[in-house]
């Protein structure tokens, strides 16, 4: 588990199992739907985001509100009858790795590793 410690291999991790998982969503299974928003759950364990220090009444918030995010999701792709749009999925992919690349940049600059 040390190579988990490495930002570098937990970005490709992440961003890997991103792309694998939207792209299961728009193949058209129900199953491949829903496992492919399960890797999506799984790969926002795995960001490279820094993790804020909040209590349990924050902690529950944002349970919550993710929660309510992926009901959301299910509800607009009729419980994964519908698969996602392709569009939608590259926009999706590109916009977290965006996000992920710029966390991972400021993190190598922070502790001076560029």
């Known amino acids: 588990m040390k190579a988990m410690k490495n930002s570098s291999v937990k970005l490709a991790i992440n961003l890997g199992l991103f792309a694998v998982a939207a792209a299961l969503m728009c193949i058209g299974n129900r199953w491949l739907y829903f496992l492919g928003l399960a890797l999506m759950l799984v790969s926002g364990f795995l960001s490279v985001r820094p993790r804020s220090r909040m209590g349990w009444p924050g902690r529950l918030a944002a349970g919550l509100l993710a929660l309510a995010a992926v009901a959301v999701f299910l509800w607009l792709s009729s419980c994964g009858r519908e698969p996602l ?29 560029a």
Do not use: D
Request: glycine share 10%; hydrophobic share 50%.
């Open 85 to 113: 749009p392709v569009a939608v999925a590259c926009v999706g992919v590109l916009a977290v790795g965006v996000t992920e690349l710029r966390y991972w940049r400021v993190s190598r600059s922070a502790t001076g590793n």
